[in-house]
T-cell receptor
Framework: EAGVAQSPRYKIIEKRQSVAFWCNPISGHATLYWYQQILGQGPKLLIQ????????DSQLPKDRFSAERLKGVDSTLKIQPAKLEDSAVYLCASSPILGTGGEKLFFGSGTQLSVL | AQTVTQSQPEMSVQEAETVTLSCTYDTSENNYYLFWYKQPPSRQMILVIRQEAYKQQNATENRFSVNFQKAAKSFSLKISDSQLGDTAMYFC????????????FGTGTSLTVIP
């Protein structure tokens, strides 16, 4: 079974530039998450989708971050404009629907973003 | 709000010895899951073990076991016969069983296995 795919693996940009990350979840997984992991901290949820609807985006800085999940499959997370404090690893995860083994997360390898 | 606390930022253990990582959580929920995830330098988060709150029996997966104390809201991970490949960050996580599968993570414990 193919895992959660993310790209790019690394990205270096200057502040005020824009950047986009892509995620393709495990086939059939209805729920998709984007987490931000700052060095030395645990993952913090940015946004959670179920199919193509948003379940939780309460911690997404909406003035600069946006995310979409068209057709309920793959997803894109965008930052525009980037700030120095956005330097982090961005993790994508997916899970099946509750009651069908959905009680765990499957993670991608993450994108490490450095904002200079 | 759900919070997950890991009070040990760093730990080390000799190869083949046993180590216990601590985790406490705070919730008003009654139906939830607890997890330990491992994150090696490759950044890939890997599920180590999972515990369902309504099950009193502690979960076990090979060399990994948990001590789940529901009343105390404590969920520690025991690694027996530690191996060099166990060197990683370990995150405790909580998931409440509601629509949406919302997960909350602790700040992690960096474990080093010493040869």
């Amino acid at each position: 079974e193919a895992g959660v795919a993310q790209s790019p693996r690394y990205k270096i940009i200057e502040k005020r530039q824009s950047v986009a990350f892509w995620c393709n979840p495990i086939s059939g997984h209805a729920t998709l998450y984007w987490y931000q992991q700052i060095l030395g901290q645990g993952p913090k949820l940015l946004i959670q989708f179920q199919n193509n609807g948003v379940v939780d985006d309460s911690q997404l800085p909406k003035d600069r971050f946006s995310a979409e999940r068209l057709k309920g499959v793959d997803s894109t997370l965008k930052i525009q404009p980037a700030k120095l404090e956005d330097s982090a690893v961005y993790l994508c995860a997916s899970s099946p629907i509750l009651g069908t083994g959905g009680e765990k997360l499957f993670f991608g390898s993450g994108t490490q973003l450095s904002v200079l | 709000a759900q919070t997950v606390t890991q009070s040990q930022p760093e730990m080390s253990v000799q190869e083949a010895e046993t180590v216990t990582l601590s985790c406490t959580y705070d919730t008003s929920e009654n139906n939830y899951y607890l997890f330990w995830y491992k994150q090696p330098p490759s950044r890939q988060m890997i599920l180590v073990i999972r515990q369902e709150a309504y099950k009193q029996q502690n979960a076990t997966e090979n060399r990994f076991s948990v001590n789940f104390q529901k009343a105390a809201k404590s969920f520690s991970l025991k690694i027996s016969d530690s191996q060099l490949g166990d060197t990683a960050m370990y995150f405790c996580a909580f998931m409440r069983r509601r629509t949406g599968n919302q997960f909350y993570f602790g700040t992690g414990t960096s474990l080093t296995v010493i040869p």
